[in-house]
């Protein structure tokens, strides 16, 4: 099982200064690189302290200057916020400094109030990603692209540099929606597979991407799929419990929590359950570092190849690294 890191940049408490978050991450990257990790995925978010990563094609510059061989991901860029040829110039000089190493992850987002900033109707969202996708790839694999849609026009335009891996960076769409895994099935896509849905949930949508793709003439077989999950590690099952919790609190009251009534509905459903005991139960995996090895290493019955973990603490991350890491990476 390949094993990832999905990088938050939360800003809990504002009394700490912004940049010690950063520094953070900046450690992290070089510890990644020695410890085996695949890659680290890097979470763009706007407006919100929930996660203060606006750039994360410029935070992977960083990523990359701190290693050499740690896969730099986007998870996600989120596509409709950009113009396609910046964007497919962003990401190709990306994979051009880090010599290679760029996972390119996209995705349409679902934050009414990031859309509402930036002057994009969220109605067009779905619309806008696709056609930014297309593009991008265009851009990538021809020495010059003309293109007419609905929101874009280009007419002979070459766009560099192109990306140092042939003919480009491997490509993963997020979906967490039934109508993005179809359409991503529909096209031969990869999927990432997001942080808050249930175990069950998981399940379903992967059970349904693989029967998509089969669908659509395409082939599930060795695919990764990259499943992202909050994870607690620590000394004890009831320490690990008390970071989850805490870390299930700031989610809901930060970011997908009922007050939030700009969040796609899937996130809000909980399950019918109190939105805390969600995350508790169904959604975050946590525990001794034996623990949530056995827990990670249950996923694989529903296909789980690939483990975007999201440590929920410093120590999480010490212990996943040090401690559950050997016990599930290959």
């Known amino acids: 099982m390949k094993v990832g890191i999905l990088q938050f940049f939360g800003w809990r408490d504002r009394s700490v200064p912004l940049g010690s978050v950063y520094d953070t991450a900046l450690e992290r990257f070089s510890i990644m690189d020695e410890a085996g990790y695949d890659a680290v995925w890097l979470a763009e978010h706007h407006f919100s302290s929930f996660s203060v990563c606006p750039s994360v094609h410029m935070m992977g510059t960083m990523a990359a200057a701190r290693t050499k061989r740690l896969r730099i991901g986007t998870a996600v860029s989120l596509a409709p916020f950009y113009n396609p040829l910046r964007l497919a110039e962003e990401v190709a000089l990306l994979d051009v400094l880090s010599g290679g ?35 991008v790839l265009k851009a990538w694999t021809n020495q010059r692209v003309s293109y007419q849609g609905r929101f874009y026009q280009y007419d002979g335009v070459e766009v560099l540099p192109k990306p140092l891996q042939a003919p480009h960076p491997p490509v993963w769409m997020a979906a967490s929606s039934i109508p993005a895994i179809e359409w991503a099935a529909s096209q031969g896509y990869s999927i990432l597979m997001d942080p808050h849905a249930s175990r069950a949930d998981l399940i379903r949508k992967r059970g349904h991407y693989a029967a998509k793709l089969i669908e659509a003439g395409h082939s599930d077989a060795g695919r990764s799929i990259p499943m992202a999950r909050l994870v607690a590690v620590d000394e004890t099952a009831e320490k690990a419990r008390a970071v989850a919790k805490r870390a299930a609190e700031w989610t809901v009251g930060a970011y997908v929590g009922p007050k939030h009534d700009n969040v796609r509905q899937e996130v809000r459903s909980f399950g019918g359950k109190n939105p805390i005991d969600f995350y508790l139960d169904d959604v975050m995996i946590h525990g001794t570092a034996e623990s949530v090895a056995e827990q990670i290493l249950s996923y694989r019955e529903i296909g789980m190849n690939y483990l975007m973990a999201a440590p929920l603490s410093g120590r999480s991350f010490r212990l996943l690294t040090d401690k559950v890491l050997p016990r599930i990476g290959g």
């Open 101 to 135: 190493r760029v996972n390119w992850g996209a995705g349409r987002g679902f934050e009414r109030s990031e859309f509402a900033a930036f002057g994009i109707a969220g109605e067009e969202s779905a619309a806008r990603f696709h056609e930014t996708v297309d593009i």
